[in-house]
């Protein structure tokens, strides 16, 4: 699942990413222009959902994790209907 969102940095500026992976705690996302920080704040917002807020845990070239301030139900953004079963996702696999 890949999914358009827009992250506010702290300095003020804001850009698109690309979420691929979404979890209860955190996200994992690429972005085509700089990367942020280790330690960054950020802000996630995805549609009509409230901004999401969190600290960036890892880098890796254009990927990144987010550690979210609070839980998130990944079902929010799985379009499928609500009687089909639901892979759990992993945040900070492949070794993250």
């Given at each position: 699942m890949i999914v358009a969102a827009t992250m506010n940095r702290e300095q003020g500026t804001a850009q698109e990413i690309l979420i691929r992976n979404i979890s209860r705690r955190g996200l994992g996302a690429r972005t085509h222009q700089e990367p942020p920080r280790l330690g960054e704040r950020v802000g996630i917002r995805i549609d009509a959902v409230p901004e999401i807020t969190g600290t960036i845990?890892?880098?890796?070239?254009?990927?990144?994790?987010?550690?979210?301030?609070?839980?998130?139900?990944?079902?929010?953004?799985?379009?499928?209907?609500?009687?089909?079963?639901?892979?759990?996702i992993d945040l900070f696999g492949e070794g993250h």
């Open positions: 845990r890892w880098v890796n070239g254009d990927q990144f994790g987010i550690l979210l301030d609070q839980d998130l139900d990944p079902a929010l953004f799985d379009p499928r209907p609500d009687d089909q079963p639901r892979p759990g």
